[in-house]
């Protein structure tokens, strides 16, 4: 039987272990711990570090650089992302940061506020 509250982890993410880059959520209960488990969470972090085998990798990927200078994104209309846009984004999902938080960091926050599930 499973204790909880309990981690779970992912990569990519905002934290660095093992040469590798990880970020990790809080569960409460089973129900949210399956939750995360069937949204690409992994109960450990050597689980969730391992890389994933060939077959499982996306065939194309979207690449999104982030700088102090708007850069166009891989996206459809090809739209610049700006830093006062990530704020934006920050803010509609109620993130906290530093002010001088660079944008790297930013941006790692929003993608990894967008992939938790949502309850």
Known sequence: MKQFPRLVFRSPGPEQCQGGTYA????????QFDAFLGNGWHETLPEALRPPAIAEQPVETPVVVLTKEPVAVADDDNTPVTRDEMKAQAAKLGLVYPFNVTNKKLA??????MSAPKE
């Open 24 to 31: 990790h959520a809080l569960v409460q209960d089973e129900a």
């Open 108 to 113: 790692e926050m929003i993608e990894f506020a």
